[in-house]
């Protein structure tokens, strides 16, 4: 299992960080340089809105599905047309709630209209995830890789020929409609693949498989919900409750596009981790080895990164934008810490989301929202957006640790399963590298650089993995 996830692993992050990296940087980036920073200000706290509320259109089958089909995959012939009438139902019922969330919060005509164009693409993103979780329940990692970037691929074309031979043409509107063609094109694609493997026909009417399948989903769409809620509330707070709310969410999406860079790796890891312990869970194995590599492997990357990024954040976002300022700096400072907590979030995630005990999480991510919002409305009138993203790293943090000890706890698994001695010195060590290469005069590229061999150097050495094992594990030994 471990060579398998690593071999995958590898797929995955290779086809990702080409086409999603050309995406948010040569794409997404280029957008935001030439639109007002209003425009893709209020576009990032609409895109905020829809995620937290796409939940309803997923409800949690999405989870639900990838653990019950990699543990019995005949079922996945008996459950999808099921499935696919509850996406329909479940999708009016997320534009209602879309409707009245986006009315009581304010937002009027043009507002309205663009609400609506992404939450019809969020709504065929949902549909899109769902269909990959059969592929990959079904242990078609390869595919399901492949798939993973071929809306990006689309909007690349797309957006990529608007910026080349009509720049005049470039709105928020047109940007937003673009993705949901290119949802559109992923979820035919993958239904055309799937057509052998089940059934699109509408299934005999029998209420109480839906009820089942939904009672199945709802641990993992309250999980889902609150974990989305208190990652993505800041910047619709920023937006609503800021003077010039647009702009500065305009400057929080900025830092955030660098985390999203850099949260593919982990969140596509947890795509593949996610089957491959249900599989070994459903064969009642040992998941012990699967979870070290991979904390070690999230964990200790993820510092690497995530240090390197906050020690250079200010030339970085000079280097990216246009419009780039001091604020904009501080937000991706604290930003990129955060991803290592997200990393710690994914590995044990998906372990609790495979042996059926993520919806034990959900009262500490409801603490986790009500420490965002109230941290919120403490700092955004005393620091600006800058201090929403400082909350941001509070809130990641608490819960990504309480979610490892639990873990550890009701699965009975020996802390010593991981080496946390050993990443607390990796990140020490890389701190420590940070601030003596911050006091020299080198160009800041060069230090970036040397703070990420520093990193790698430092990985091989405390043995959270070695050359060896990465060989033999690429290999199928």
Known sequence: MLSSFLRNALLLLTLNLAVKGTYLFAIERTVQNLLPEADYGLYFSLLGLGMILQIVADAGLQLYSSRTISGHRQLVTKYFPYFLVLKAVLGGVFFIALLVTGYTLGYRGAQISLLLLIGTGQL???LVLYLRSNLAGLGRYGLDSAFS????????????????FFPGWLSIQLFAGTQVLSWSITAVALGWLLRGRVSFRLPKFRPAMLWMLLRGGAPYALAILLQTAYSRT????????????????????AGYRLLDAINTVGWLLAGLLLPMYARLHAR????????????????????IVAVAVAAYAGPIVKLLYNFAEPRTASILFFLALTFVAQCLNYAYGALLGATGLLGRMNYIFALGILLNVA???????????????????VTQTFVAVVQAVLAHRWLRLPLATVGWGRLLVHGGSLVFVAVGLSQGELTWWVGF?????????????????????LVSLLRGR
């Open 234 to 253: 800041d910047a619709i707070m920023i937006e609503r409750l800021l003077p010039a709310g647009a702009e500065a969410a305009g400057h929080y999406a």
């Open 375 to 393: 941290g919120n409305l403490w700092a955004l009138p005393r620091y600006g957006a800058p201090g929403a993203a400082a909350v941001t790293l």
């Open 449 to 469: 650089l040397g703070l990420c061999f520093s990193g790698l150097t430092s990985v091989f050495w405390l043995r959270l993995f070695g050359v060896g094992e």
């Open 149 to 164: 970037i071929l809306d990006k691929l689309c909007m690349i074309g797309g957006i990529g020929t608007v910026l080349l």
């Open 284 to 303: 009642r194995e040992d998941v012990t080895e699967l979870l070290r590599f991979s904390v070690h492997l999230l964990v200790g990357g993820s510092l």
């Open 124 to 126: 065929l993103n949902s």
